[in-house]
């Protein structure tokens, strides 16, 4: 994502961009991290993902806690709010991508649907 020259490692500048990027997600993490347990809880996730645009029922935003939270406290630490975000922010681009109409509906094969899940170009 940050080795923009793909040679496999980053240098100072990509670096750079790299630390720039996750200070503003931390930014955004603590602003959302009402009671400063250094978690973003079920509420607070809603909240974020509401705030940046997203539609998003309870219910998904549970089964996300659910998913991201391996130590069952029913929260996010920052590394997991970041890895959610963008997993979000991705899927939604590839959704969009074939939303050609943008009804908020799209028909695709399974083949279509695992190249979704795991990140091939649409």
Known sequence: MFDRDNSGTIDLNEFQSLWNYIQQWKQCFDRYDMDRSGNIEAGELHKVLTDMGYRLSPQFVNTVIYRFDTVYRR??????FITVSVMLKNYTEAFRARDVQQTGNVQFNYDDFLCLVFGCKP
């Open 75 to 80: 929260s996010l630490k920052f590394d997991d």
